[in-house]
């Protein structure tokens, strides 16, 4: 009782580090949910551009991980998300998991402020690596142009 800590400060719980997959295929939202849930993460999906967008002006995600296209469409929206978040929060990592992953795609998703770029098929492990990496390291600088 008299340890000099305030009575009622609540015991201080490790934070469990916010994620957010972004992807249109419903088993990989699923299977990273799980993992990384599993591995101590709370863990957010969205299969939709709209959906996505809510819960990142609701929430501060530590990471994204997010697909580059979303539903049918031909374009990739992921660049949208990808500005959003870095508006919204420029210390969010953001992992772009893409099986339309080209050279110039890439290129494109790093200068809009994606932290990396993996192309699907990954491993759960590999991306969990890959994650892990992010939150241990500082967030660049925001190199994109205003």
């Known amino acids: 009782m008299w340890s000099g800590r305030d009575p009622d400060a609540k015991a201080p719980r490790p934070l469990m580090p916010r994620l957010l997959v972004v992807d249109d295929e419903e088993s990989i939202c699923f299977s990273m949910s799980e993992y990384f ?63 339309y992953g080209s050279a110039e795609m890439e290129d494109e998703a790093i200068r809009c402020g994606a932290d990396a770029f993996l192309r699907k098929p990954k491993p759960l492990s590999q991306v969990a690596q890959v994650v892990q990496g992010l939150l241990e390291s500082p967030p660049k600088q925001a190199t994109r142009p205003a």
């Open 37 to 99: 849930s599993l591995h101590g993460y709370k863990v957010d999906t969205a299969s939709e551009m709209e959906e996505a967008e809510k819960l990142i002006e609701a929430t501060e995600y530590k990471v994204v991980i997010q697909d580059l296209r979303l539903g049918a469409t031909r374009n990739p929206d992921g660049l949208d998300i990808i500005k959003m978040i870095r508006d919204q929060n420029p210390q969010t990592r953001i992992i772009v998991l893409t099986a």
